[in-house]
């Protein structure tokens, strides 16, 4: 199976997923002076007031948390959007302790995490995984975070890591609204890209915060807790350096919000 490991890692996706190695593949190094200001492209809006989560879980890759997409009471639109995505999921990627961890760089540098928020366009396609595997099925909204003082809300999430260690667990989670992971700013860039994950489905359009959200060392200290491993497994690996590296832009171009 697949991982962040020197046997399994990155480099070693390619193998059983070839599209590792496609035309619109995440994260990519954003070069902000490079990035093209398009005036057509409006402001995204948040819809997530009726928004409940649901769980938190540890799938073994990263945590977890899942929401309600039955319906359209929490959807992302605008910006390079066609209709409205609905929300499904979000989690985060990280590195080990002092070193970066995002998937998204900003003209070489990285952050200590990245969140993403990812949401399915349910207006053309059934289900999350028809949308997951189509070229417009996801809109994956990315949000950097970097380290200094305690995030006030973020404590609600990492307080409830212990409960989800291991692969496989999951247990209630109610109520939480991502809103309140939010920078000030929903200024972004945009660009076609894919799952930074495996199964690397070229199906995301990506929504990129310039603004990052700050949390506290000892907060994402508090995510290297999890492990990538099964409680019943000897193997114990801490759960780290779980984020993909920058990919080829090939023949894209990155726009920016004015
Ligand atoms: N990291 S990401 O590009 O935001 C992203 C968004 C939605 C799904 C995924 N990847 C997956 O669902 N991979 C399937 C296996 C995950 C754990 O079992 C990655
Ligand atoms: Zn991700």
Redesign the pocket.
């Known amino acids: 199976h697949w991982g962040y490991g020197k046997e399994d890692g990155p480099s070693a996706w390619h193998r059983q997923y070839p599209v590792a190695k496609g035309n619109r593949q ?2 990519i190094d954003i070069i902000p002076n490079e990035a093209r200001r398009d005036s057509t492209l409006g402001p995204i809006f948040l819809k997530y007031d009726q928004c409940r989560s649901l769980n938190i879980a540890n ?4 945590v ?1 948390v899942e929401f309600d997409d039955s319906d359209d009471r929490s959807v992302v639109l605008g910006g390079p959007l066609d209709n409205p995505y609905r929300l ?2 979000f ?1 985060f ?1 990280w590195g080990g302790k002092g070193c970066e961890g995002s ?1 998204h760089t900003v003209a070489g540098v990285g952050y200590a995490s990245e969140l ?1 928020v ?1 949401h399915w366009n349910a207006v053309k396609y059934k289900t999350y995984n028809d949308a ?1 595997a189509a070229p417009d099925g ?1 809109a ?1 909204l ?1 949000i950097f975070l970097e380290l200094g003082d305690d995030h006030r809300w973020l404590h609600m999430m990492t307080d409830a890591l212990y409960m989800v260690k291991f692969k496989g667990s999951a247990t209630d989670f109610k109520g939480f609204n991502p809103k309140c992971l939010l920078p000030n700013s929903l200024h972004y860039w945009t660009y076609l ?9 070229e199906s ?1 359009t ?1 929504i990129v915060l310039k603004e990052p959200i700050v949390v506290s060392e000892k907060q994402l200290g508090m995510f290297r807790m999890l492990q990538f491993n099964g409680e019943e497994e000897d193997q114990r690996m801490r759960m780290e350096n779980n984020f ?1 590296p920058p990919q080829n832009l090939k023949e894209r171009i990155v726009r920016s919000s004015n």
């Open positions: 995440s994260p799938n073994g890759h990263s977890v499904k999921q989690h990627h998937e993403h990812v997951a996801l994956v990315g890209g894919s799952l930074t994950t495996p199964p690397l489905h995301v990506w993909r």
